[in-house]
């Protein structure tokens, strides 16, 4: 039994519960954070959203069936709580698809958590004119740092779609960050 | 930009976490000018975990809540069965066991029957219901709830 068994084993098990779950938030309360951080933007949305993802995962856990790794299933809660509050803000605000990259930037700006010099502000609104699904590729693979597989079983798109999306944004934007260099440069 | 170091096939140790964590925190503020209140995490883990107990609670009554209906729903049927099969068998009203008369005295008193429509109710109300109402309730909860339900469990 590996240690991922014993762990889940303890999940699920009524006495080692509460225990076990507060060793389930060490472990994934900071990850799940950056992870849903880039995708609500703001510091307070996403406060809301960690919480109400590992309100989920209590009351999921009974559910898990072991078809994914412990791992792969969080990150696929958070991801789908994330899109939950995205798509209920949309609503509430009426925004159109074109907005959304728009109010991305404006939301990060407007974060008192926000503290992006010059070349960090660039990247963001570099980011910010990707396609939704590529941001997010690029976002899971070069940040939260997970495996092509790992990313499929979140985003449900075949890892060989999700490679060559992310080695195309990551072109895009060497291109894009080394033009702001240039530009950096030539104002010096 | 710099790439984080390769460390999640020991996910579950805690020096290799404490370092992976620190390197998250790292990248974020660096290179994304990302920041977060100071003892932010230690904060969100004691509020996580209250609503997670508060939510135990919640759990808890609606089970005991099921319970009772349930008990009470048997004892009514019981009841019934022996009003039309063994008429002799059922005592009097006045000789009814004291735990049957307060189960139903709790029954009457809390609205408990109420909290489980007959079919026939269910049909007639939903005559009245609009039909954006019912698409509301479908979006909301037969595809939010249940869909995402499903999804997680796989």
Redesign the interface.
């Known amino acids: 039994m590996t240690?991922?068994d014993e762990?889940i084993k303890n999940l699920l098990n009524n006495k080692e519960k509460d225990k076990a779950?507060?060793k389930l938030?060490?472990?994934y309360?900071?990850?799940l954070?950056?992870h849903i951080?880039?995708l609500v933007v703001t510091?307070e949305n996403a406060?809301d959203v960690?919480?109400n993802t590992?309100?989920?995962i209590?009351?999921?856990l009974p559910?898990?069936?072991q078809?994914?790794s412990l791992?792969t299933?969080m990150y696929?809660?958070a991801y789908?709580e994330s899109l939950?509050f995205l798509e209920e803000n949309k609503k509430k605000n009426h925004l159109s698809l074109d907005d959304v990259g728009h109010k991305y930037l404006n939301n990060l700006v407007g974060d008192v958590?926000?503290?992006?010099?010059e070349v960090?502000?660039k990247?963001?609104r570099i980011l910010s004119k990707l396609p939704e699904k590529e941001r997010q590729i690029f976002q899971m693979k070069?940040?939260d740092?997970l495996?092509f597989r790992e990313i499929s079983a979140v985003l449900e798109i075949k890892e060989g779609t999700l490679k060559s999306s992310y080695y195309n944004t990551v072109k895009h934007i060497e291109k894009n960050m080394l033009a702001v260099e240039l530009l950096a440069k030539n104002k010096v | 930009m710099k790439?984080?170091n390769?460390?999640?096939d020991s996910?579950?140790k805690s020096n290799d976490?404490i370092s992976?964590?620190s390197k998250?925190?790292e990248?974020?503020s660096k290179?994304?000018?990302?920041?977060?209140?100071e003892d932010?995490?230690s904060k969100?883990?004691s509020?996580?975990?209250e609503?997670?107990s508060n939510?135990k609670g919640v759990m808890f009554t609606i089970f005991s809540r099921e319970r009772i209906i349930w008990s009470v729903a048997a004892t009514i049927a019981i009841i019934f069965a022996l009003t039309v099969f063994k008429p002799n068998a059922l005592p009097s009203f006045d000789n009814v066991p004291a735990i049957v008369s307060d189960t139903i005295d709790h029954l009457q008193n809390n609205n408990l029957a109420q909290g489980e429509p007959m079919e026939n109710d269910i049909l007639i109300t939903s005559l009245f219901v609009p039909d954006n109402e019912i698409d509301e309730f479908v979006d909301n909860y037969v595809l939010?709830e249940l869909v995402?339900?499903e999804?997680?469990?796989?």
């Open positions: 240690n991922e762990f779950f507060k938030l060490d472990l309360q900071e990850r954070y950056w951080r880039k510091h406060d960690l919480q590992f309100l989920r209590y009351k999921s559910n898990f069936q078809k994914s791992h299933w696929r809660i789908n939950r958590f926000f503290e992006g010099d960090q502000l990247l963001q070069y940040y740092d495996k | 790439k984080l390769n460390h999640m996910k579950l976490q992976f964590d998250m925190h990248i974020h290179e994304l000018g990302l920041k977060m209140p932010y995490f969100s883990k509020d996580i975990l609503k997670v939510q939010e995402y339900e999804v997680l469990s796989n």
